[in-house]
């Protein structure tokens, strides 16, 4: 049981650093969306969060931040601040989830099993936090660029935006903070002071058991 609760802590709290790592890389990096034209087929324009970006054939990449901030649409001001929160909640899931490992230290007694057990599911209930934060920009933003896409009104001669790799990290993201948080919590449920003092009690109970069978048989 000892191994099983430890794979299941390594495990969640390795998914939870490659989850941020993930989340940190959806918010960075400007390919949410992706559009190139017949026109110009050497060149693809990328939107990001923070700016867009011009990519030519031969490898070139300009990029230009946005100029206000007023001025932007509102899924990519709602998607600024989610993300800017899965970042700093999944950091923190982060940081509450190593000291609960067993491995980090030696100590056995029962407060320091309780502290671990609370550092853990802190850290659980920030990666599900941490989930949640991503998924919601990502999924809106992409339900947005396909209503965008398969718009009747717009003429079909005109370039429409795609799903960039951006969106799909942020995908991933989401999904390893919520295996994540799901590790952690269940690594919670089996409380090993509670265990070992249940395990005495059948102990000592079977030995008296065994001590008044013999006894009877004497006499």
Not at 22 to 46: F, Q
Not at 77 to 95: E, S
Not at 190 to 195: H, T
Request: glycine fraction near 8%.
């Amino acid at each position: 049981m000892d191994t099983s609760v430890c794979a299941l802590e390594l495990l969640g709290a390795f998914f939870s650093v490659v989850a941020w790592v993930c989340s940190l890389a959806t918010t960075i990096t400007p390919r949410w969306m992706t559009l190139s034209t017949d026109l110009l087929p050497t060149e693809v324009y990328e939107l990001g969060l923070w700016e867009t970006c011009v990519v030519q054939e031969p490898g070139s990449m300009e990029c230009r931040p946005y100029d206000s901030l007023l001025g932007l649409p509102p899924d990519i001001k709602l998607a600024r601040i989610l993300m800017c929160v899965a970042v700093a909640t999944g950091l923190l899931g982060v940081l509450m989830s190593i000291p609960g490992l067993r491995l980090v230290n030696s100590c056995q007694g029962e407060e320091e099993h309780r502290a671990k057990r609370a550092f853990k599911l802190l850290g659980g209930a920030f990666c599900a936090l941490a989930g949640v934060a991503v998924l919601i920009p990502v999924s809106y933003v992409a339900h947005l660029t396909v209503l965008r896409f398969f718009d009747e009104s717009v003429p079909e001669v005109v370039p429409r935006w795609e799903f960039g790799d951006a969106l799909f990290c942020g995908w991933a993201a989401g999904f390893l903070h919520m295996v994540a948080a799901v590790l952690l919590v269940a690594s919670c449920l089996y409380a090993p002071g509670r265990s070992r003092t249940v395990a005495a009690r059948w102990t000592r109970a079977s030995c008296a058991i065994d001590r008044t069978g013999k006894r009877s048989e004497y006499v």
